[in-house]
């Protein structure tokens, strides 16, 4: 009988395997020319990179390196995988392969901090394609990136507020003003923000963002205390609207492959509600003025620039 722990190790071995002939295949194809080595390696048997060259260059080790590359059970650090994939020419993706292969949390792709355009054009056009129903994208802290105009009435996103979804859900008055049954959400809601910490233990970007909100929100700081934990997936949310009336959506949160770091989150009415009937009539010029009217007595409510046919607040 194979046992959990069994099927552990073989895993555990296998990725080592993988990591040995992954580093091996990188370093063959890189010429000591392209890596700046004097001479360039011109009487060279073999093509690539020795293994004490490739520590050399990274700045670590030769036996540690060595290790690394036999797949030995050793402690990495991203620093230092960093240093090797740039030795080595890695691309994005590979280093990010890289990274899972030496059993850390990958980084996020490098379009996402090079180039704030890759792929913004498609999701936009797709989320806009989704009115008149609600969607949104959110980074991995929950920070919403981009809004079509149906989430901006039902949520009531606007540009001039921080667009965090944790955030927004305790401190700000137009949004939690929509969320009904909001004390019995709360809780779900941080669970489901530690899990999603888990997924990036040490991430400064998370715990950012907790610090920030624990000060706001004592509500938040006791349930955060529980640490309480709950995987997200397709849920079922109701608001209130101002004009609307009861809204009852299914949440289904998408994850892009080619952007990892975003998720595409779809409100689609529920079956057997009038809440298709409801959304269309609040997106017609007379659901917008009566819902910005609603609004502008709320306390906190700013007017400035909203709404938007469609806001962009990507990073």
Request: glycine content about 8%; hydrophobic content about 40%.
């Amino acid at each position: 009988m194979t046992t959990a722990t069994t099927r552990g190790a073989g895993a555990g071995t296998n990725r080592r395997s993988e990591l040995r002939d992954f580093l091996m295949s990188r370093r063959a194809r890189v010429s000591p020319a392209e890596a700046g080595l004097p001479g360039g390696g011109a009487r060279r048997r073999t093509p690539g990179l020795r293994r004490e060259e490739v520590a050399v260059l990274a700045g670590v080790g030769a036996s540690w390196y060595q290790w690394l590359e036999q797949g030995r059970d050793i402690t990495v650090s991203p620093q230092v995988l960093d240093a090797v994939a740039r030795v080595l020419r890695m691309t994005g993706p590979e280093r990010r392969h890289l990274y899972v292969l030496a059993g850390l949390n990958p980084p996020l792709p490098d379009a996402a901090v090079d180039d704030p355009e890759y792929l913004c054009s498609g999701v936009l056009r797709l989320i806009e394609g989704w009115m008149p129903h609600p969607a949104h994208v959110m980074d991995p802290y929950w920070n919403t990136v981009a809004y079509n105009a149906s989430a901006a009435l039902v949520m009531g996103f606007r540009p001039e507020v921080r667009q965090n979804c944790l955030i927004s859900f305790f401190t700000d008055p137009v949004y939690r003003s929509r969320a009904a049954q909001w004390e019995r959400n709360a809780h779900s809601v941080v669970a489901q923000y530690r899990a999603a910490c888990s997924e990036r233990p040490g991430d400064e970007g998370f715990e950012a963002i907790v610090a920030e909100l624990s000060a706001l929100s004592p509500e938040f700081a006791e349930l955060w205390a529980r640490n309480d934990v709950q995987p997200a997936g397709q849920l079922s949310k109701e608001y209130a609207h101002p004009v609307a009336g009861t809204l009852r959506f299914e949440i289904s949160p998408l994850k892009i492959p080619a952007r990892p770091d975003l998720t595409i989150v779809l409100h689609n009415p529920v079956p057997g509600t009038d809440t298709a009937e409801r959304v269309a009539r609040l997106n017609t010029p007379e659901g917008r003025e009566r819902t910005r009217a609603a609004d502008r007595s709320l306390p906190g409510y700013a007017m400035a620039c909203w709404p938007r046919p469609l806001s962009i607040l990507w990073p």
